[in-house]
């Protein structure tokens, strides 16, 4: 038996939700054309700021940052072809492998991602000033411009290629393995490939710091606002507990049934899902109802749905 209690009226809730509970109205041409030119807007500014990490950071100062954008680094070091186009000459073949394999609609937004995020590139290499300084800034704001500039284009749906295309591809012949593990395995391959285009190894050992700034920067900005706490709350106080987080939190909680392993004994777990702010308050309330109860707290990297954001809503 399960029992689902709904948030009371409290205007906090209310905003957190951003809704009445009535149907979405249907989206008319304005809120189309409105998706799309912020589609476009964050295209384009997360370009520059890509452009930015590249032009100004790693090309000049020899480091790879893996995937495509790696790769046509290290053709521009050797031959002196622009980063741009080589970056769209490189993905050609994978988009249409990916229009056949992968989808046609995610190949439709990463073609567009694509064209101007290498048109970018190539357009800002002529008046971008190079910076020429500690190799260990350049790593790292190299990587927040790269972190920031993809998160803002994967926010809108779209991807750069790459090794994102690489990887789903893989992803159809190596099914168990994760496609963060396929990406990386991407990343690597280009990344050892430049210490021996470069013959310095602490180029490459650089790419993988800017690697993993940027990665954990774009995964902020992506799921930063979606990531939360998942709290079980064992208590015999479980109606005063919930009837609390409603009142003071204005959280929707949901009451399992369960029973003691040892003892046999019904009881009712809590489960309630909360922003990391909230947790202390949470935590305070549930102890001042029951010194006793047995609280379990854990990361929840992605919550959508009422409360949260939900998983259709898109500005």
Not at 100 to 122: E, F, Q
Not at 232 to 244: K, N, P, Y
Request: net charge positive; hydrophobic share 45%.
């Amino acid at each position: 038996m399960r029992r689902d209690i709904q948030a009371g009226q409290s205007a906090r809730a209310g905003e957190e939700r951003g809704g009445t509970g009535r149907p979405a109205a249907p989206q008319g041409p304005a809120h189309k054309a409105r998706r799309y030119l912020l589609d476009l807007a964050f295209t384009l500014l997360g370009s520059f700021s890509y452009a930015l990490s590249v032009n100004v950071f790693t090309a000049p100062n020899h480091i790879a940052p893996g995937g495509v954008t790696g790769a046509a680094t290290l053709v521009n070091y050797l031959t002196g072809a622009p980063i741009g186009i080589t970056i769209l000459v490189i993905n050609i073949p994978l988009l249409a492998a990916a229009w056949r394999y992968i989808g046609h609609t995610y190949t439709l937004k990463t073609s567009v991602a694509t064209v101007v995020v290498s048109l970018v590139i190539d357009v800002s290499a002529f008046f971008l000033p190079p910076f020429r300084g500690d190799t260990m800034l350049v790593a790292v704001f190299g990587g927040v411009l790269a972190g920031v500039g993809l998160g803002l284009i994967y926010m809108r749906g779209a991807t750069t290629g790459g090794s994102e295309v690489v990887a789903g591809l893989l992803e159809r012949r190596l099914p168990h393995i994760p496609i963060g593990r396929l990406i990386l395995l991407v990343d690597a391959v280009v990344v050892a490939a430049s210490a021996l285009v470069y013959r310095n190894l602490e180029s490459a050992l650089y790419a993988m710091i800017l690697i993993f700034v940027s990665s954990s920067l774009m995964d902020s900005l992506i799921y930063g606002r979606q990531k939360g706490k998942l709290l079980l709350i064992m208590t015999r106080r479980e109606q005063e507990v919930a009837d609390g987080i409603l009142r003071r939190l204005g959280r929707g909680v949901t009451m399992l049934s369960a029973a003691g392993a040892y003892t046999g004994d019904a009881r009712r777990v809590l489960l309630c899902a909360v922003r990391p702010p909230e947790v202390y308050e949470l935590r305070t309330l549930v102890w001042d109802c029951d010194p006793e109860a047995f609280l379990i707290v854990a990361s929840a990297d992605e919550i959508l749905g009422e409360g949260f954001r939900r998983p259709d809503k898109r500005p």
